[in-house]
Nanobody, 122 residues
């Protein structure tokens, strides 16, 4: 019964910022992993930022510009994005899993949101 719902996507100019939110419901225990993935035009879906065991990791392409955080009590995940580039354009998905097998690979996640579009113009 777990559901993930993203919000906060939109269109911004290069250099702008956005904050994405992911609200989880139907959760009985804390997720072992939560993360953000994106599918950009012409690219396979890739991990953007993952938080697991209190440790955040980022894709090289977004390091220094994106920050992932989580409200454990509310099971809400955030992605703060700054200095956005056109290359950041894509559909962003929230993902979560409550098993220790989860990690960087998207296939290790059982729960996914519907996605929220982020468009960055030049």
């Amino acid at each position: 019964q777990v559901q993930l719902v993203e919000s906060g996507g939109g269109s911004v100019q290069a250099g702008g910022s956005l904050t994405l939110s992911c609200a989880a419901s139907g959760v009985t225990h804390s997720f072992y992993c939560m993360g953000w993935f994106r599918r950009s035009p012409g690219k396979e879906r890739e991990a953007v930022a993952i938080i697991s065991r209190g440790i955040a990791t980022y894709a090289e392409s977004v390091q220094g510009r994106f920050t992932i955080s989580k409200d454990k009590d509310q099971h809400t995940l955030y992605l703060q994005m700054y200095s956005l580039k056109p290359e950041d354009t894509g559909m962003y998905y929230c993902a979560a899993d409550d098993r220790f097998t989860c990690g960087w690979e998207d296939k290790s996640y059982n729960y996914w949101g519907q996605g929220t579009q982020v468009t960055v113009s030049s």
